[in-house]
T-cell receptor
Framework: GESVGLHLPTLSVQEGDNSIINCAYS??????FIWYKQESGKGPQFIID?????DKRQGQRVTVLLNKTVKHLSLQIAATQPGDSAVYFC??????????????FGKGTKLSVKP | KAGVTQTPRYLIKTRGQQVTLSCSPI?????VSWYQQTPGQGLQFLFE???????NKGNFPGRFSGRQFSNSRSEMNVSTLELGDSALYLC???????????????FGEGSWLTVV
């Protein structure tokens, strides 16, 4: 079936290094993707989004890349800090017609930042 | 501006009981959706409401229901609780009135339900 999946369940990086979290999707018709950060005991926090008519979008210390040819997106975090330690989810918006909010989430990647 | 607010944050229920969870969306947001998060299944879409109408529903049994009030606040109810219903229930809201993808969706902190 169609799904959004993550390549790696855990990622450990040194403080100050760059982090790259990957995500694959299978629905070629998907046109909107979101990255969320979830800290322990909290709800998912919006980080950055990208639409299918773009292949790159930058935010503060974060960049999302979208490769529609291979149905892959990635989240890059520059100069990773201890506060970036969390689980990161990619989500594919499957909303259609008159509805909203139907996100299909990947299983998440746990990012650990070593001081 | 306050974020999405969910109550209660933690609760424990017994098998067979029912539970009602409450959500207040971000001011001005009229679309409210609900998700269940478990270690085994991850984050799964339950349903979405707009203007007091359910517009979309995920693949959950009829024991899971919801409603939305005229002020956009929403509640979800789970009847005849099972052990497997233990989860973090998340509410999310978005601003745009039109349907379809591309509307930024913001989550609350969730309600932790434990069924014993």
């Amino acid at each position: 079936g169609e799904s959004v999946g993550l390549h790696l369940p855990t990622l450990s990086v040194q403080e100050g290094d760059n982090s790259i979290i990957n995500c694959a999707y299978s629905n070629s018709a998907s046109d909107y993707f979101i990255w969320y950060k979830q800290e322990s005991g909290k709800g998912p926090q919006f980080i950055i989004d990208i639409r299918s008519n773009m292949d790159k979008r930058q935010g503060q210390r974060v960049t999302v890349l979208l490769n529609k040819t291979v149905k892959h997106l990635s989240l890059q975090i520059a100069a990773t800090q201890p506060g970036d330690s969390a689980v990161y989810f990619c989500a594919e918006d499957r909303s259609y017609g008159g509805s909203q909010g139907n996100l299909i989430f990947g299983k998440g990647t746990k990012l650990s930042v070593k001081p | 501006k306050a974020g999405v607010t969910q109550t209660p944050r933690y609760l424990i229920k017994t098998r067979g009981q029912q539970v009602t969870l409450s959500c207040s969306p971000i001011s001005g947001h009229r679309s409210v959706s609900w998700y269940q998060q478990t270690p085994g299944q991850g984050l799964q879409f339950l349903f979405e409401y707009f203007s007091e109408t359910q517009r979309n529903k995920g693949n959950f049994p009829g024991r899971f229901s919801g409603r939305q009030f005229s002020n956009s606040r929403s509640e979800m109810n789970v009847s005849t609780l099972e052990l497997g219903d233990s989860a973090l229930y998340l509410c999310a809201s978005s601003l745009a009135q039109l349907g379809g993808s591309g509307n930024t969706i913001y989550f609350g902190e969730g309600s932790w339900l434990t069924v014993v």
